[in-house]
């Protein structure tokens, strides 16, 4: 087996990736080509010595189908080399030319991380970041309105009023879509979500331009009340928006693995539990709680037939540090910030608020938002998830 200098290649896609991230595009392609011929013999080259192009392969740890195909003839793979930093998995050489193993049909996440730089480049100029950074957060603090541009609230009409009751939180996550959480389409006492308000810290202070017109909405299939599972949906606007500082999509988290042990809240919700809901915008910042114990807070009954599952959920908040989300955040984001280059000034989903005990009392239970990546894509970019 011949190894290389994986180490030092990566460095190097990372340097050619930060020079061309203000051009995703053809400057891209060409720099990483320059990469290539420079560094034509890394990875892995088995005994086999070089496998033909067209070769059937799988990909790990996954064991996907895969093809073998020449690096700059897969799209998707060189993005994952330039991108995500991440050497891909070798068939071989032809010559000096590296044969990858090239999926057969797109991963779930590759869209969404597609889309994510797509709506970074939004963010070129100074006055579209709004991301102040703070060394910390106590309790919850109001926000500025360019800091979340991709906040939404989900209003319910009072009566046959042009009043809205603003219930839960969501995040826009494309052009014409919300997520949400699945228990936040429907109100007992006021019916089905009628509006949602875009590009607004202040519910006060709104105007007729901020409240979108509702499509449709998609509750995740397997959510069944009154079980907690799958708390997750999406609203389809009637329009798409059109992108500004106060208005812009958000990244997902396509990785189960957060690469951070804290995480930020917004909503509008109850400072405290049974007080009255907040008028501005509140964040908060909250520790990832370990799976045991919220499993051991939230053991098996009708809503929680398994307890909380690993895989679908992320806890957080001890239920010590008087910080929590509350009644009026549910459907909202839990998020993390990018520390990567190539898509700065923007925030991962990685968990949409869903249910807790009272405020601030015991961990608050999030969807996890990296299992439903797949459903995702499929629904919001079905012309680029085949």
Not at 89 to 101: L, M, N, P, R
Not at 223 to 241: G, M, Q, R
């Amino acid at each position: 087996m011949l190894f290389v200098d994986a180490i030092n290649l990566v460095k190097e896609f990372k340097q050619q990736a930060n020079a061309v991230r203000g051009d995703i595009g053809t400057r891209v392609s060409q720099k990483l080509d320059e990469v290539l011929n420079k560094n034509a013999g890394f990875g892995v080259l088995s005994d086999v010595a070089r496998v033909l192009q067209g070769n059937s392969c799988s990909l790990e740890p996954s064991n996907s189908p895969g093809v073998c195909k020449l690096l700059t003839q897969c799209q998707e793979i060189r993005d994952q080399v330039v991108f995500s930093h991440k050497l891909p998995q070798t068939c071989g050489f032809e010559g000096t030319q590296a044969i990858v193993c090239c999926p057969k049909t797109r991963q779930p996440g590759y869209i969404s991380q597609i889309k994510c730089r797509e709506y970074t480049s939004y963010t070129k100029e100074k006055q579209l970041c709004g991301h102040h950074i703070v060394k910390r957060v106590v309790g919850g603090v109001p926000t500025g309105r360019t800091d979340f541009p991709h906040m939404a609230a989900l209003g319910f009409q009072i009566g046959f009023s042009d009043e809205y009751r603003w219930l839960c939180g969501g995040s826009l996550i494309s052009e014409q879509y919300i997520l949400t959480a699945a228990h936040c389409l429907f109100s007992r006492t006021d019916g089905e979500v009628k509006v949602v308000l875009l590009g607004v810290t202040n519910l006060n202070d709104t105007l007729p331009s901020h409240e979108k017109a509702i499509a449709e909405y998609i509750r995740h299939p397997e959510h069944k009340p009154p079980s907690n599972y799958h708390d997750i949906a999406l609203v389809k606007l009637k329009k798409p928006i059109e992108i500004s500082s106060y208005v812009r999509p958000v990244c997902l988290n396509t990785h189960f693995d957060i690469p951070v042990g804290k995480v930020i809240a917004t909503g509008w919700g109850r400072t405290h539990s049974g007080g009255a809901s907040s008028e501005d915008l509140l964040k908060v910042t909250l520790d990832i709680t370990e799976y045991e114990l919220c499993n051991k807070t939230y053991q098996a009954n009708r809503r929680l037939s398994r307890g909380i599952i690993n895989d679908l959920h992320i806890c957080t908040g001890t239920g010590k540090e008087q910080k929590d989300t509350c009644q009026g955040d549910a459907g909202g984001p839990i998020q993390i910030y990018h520390n990567n280059d190539a898509t700065s000034c923007m925030y991962d989903i990685v968990g949409v608020i869903s249910f807790g005990k009272g405020c601030g009392s015991a961990p608050a239970v999030n969807t996890r938002v990296s299992h439903y990546i797949k459903w995702i894509e499929d629904i919001v970019w079905p012309q680029n998830s085949q």
